[in-house]
């Protein structure tokens, strides 16, 4: 079966660094997703890691662990505007062929002032 | 480009009732999906396509139809609206993996549809 598990609220300081935590189990896993989303709107796309190890992207940085089934997306000068939901989400091989992605219920950040 | 639009934006619906969410993207996308998305759960796939006049049940797909006539366009169908299908839709699109330069089949979102069937 597949199962994605991640906190669901977290609460960090402006200008603090945060560090939301992803963990899954899933057959044919072959990548995974970070997506923000902000409240009453639709969840954009942040990053995709298939080997393991970090990928910088500005403030944002993500790291997967393939074979302890763990990722995190860390989040660096925290900025009120990163206030919003992250989604985790996992690619796998479909049984019918192709791929298939799976989202995470998706951790809730609210950074305070 | 507009990229993904969904109409409408909201709607109410009696129980029983039919409607039709259209979805509509200009990337030129060959893979488009439509999802459900409820309080406490992922985003969960309803049908999706992967190509102008193919669909495929997704993991929740009981109670819905979907149309693929035109690439740009991806439609989603409800027969008999229930109480239950009361959510937030979003449509998506995506290349193939591997094309347009593209690492993988990131999704593009459209900006949801909030349906209430009463």
């Known amino acids: 079966g597949q199962n994605i598990d991640q906190p669901t609220e977290m609460t960090a300081t402006e200008g603090a660094i945060v560090q939301i935590n992803c963990t899954y189990q899933t057959s044919g896993f072959n990548g995974l997703f970070w997506y923000q989303q902000h409240a009453g709107e639709a969840p954009t796309f942040l990053s995709y890691?298939?080997?393991?190890g970090l990928e910088e992207k500005g403030r944002f940085s993500s790291f997967l662990s393939r074979s302890k089934g763990y990722s995190y997306l860390l989040l660096k000068e925290l900025q009120m505007k990163d206030s919003a939901s992250y989604l985790c989400?996992?690619?796998?091989?479909?049984?019918?062929?192709?791929?298939?992605?799976?989202f995470g219920a998706g951790t809730r950040l609210f950074v305070k002032a | 480009n507009a990229g993904v639009t969904q109409t409408p934006k909201f709607r109410v619906l009696k129980t029983g009732q039919s409607m039709t969410l259209l979805c509509a993207q200009d990337m030129n996308h060959e893979y488009m999906y439509w999802y459900r998305q409820d309080p406490g759960m992922g985003l969960r796939l309803i049908h999706y396509?992967?190509?102008?006049?193919?669909?495929a049940k997704g993991e929740v797909p009981d109670g819905y139809n979907v149309s693929r006539l035109k690439k740009q366009n991806f439609l989603l169908g409800l027969e008999s609206a229930a109480p239950s299908q009361t959510s937030v839709y979003f449509c998506?699109?995506?290349?193939?993996?591997?094309?347009?330069?593209?690492?993988?089949?990131?999704?593009?979102f459209g900006p949801g549809t909030r349906l209430t069937v009463l």
């Open positions: 998506a699109s995506s290349y193939p993996p591997g094309l347009a330069g593209e690492v993988t089949d990131t999704q593009y």
């Open positions: 890691n298939v080997l393991d």
């Open positions: 396509s992967v190509g102008e006049g193919t669909t």
């Open positions: 989400a996992v690619r796998a091989l479909r049984n019918t062929g192709g791929f298939k992605t799976i």
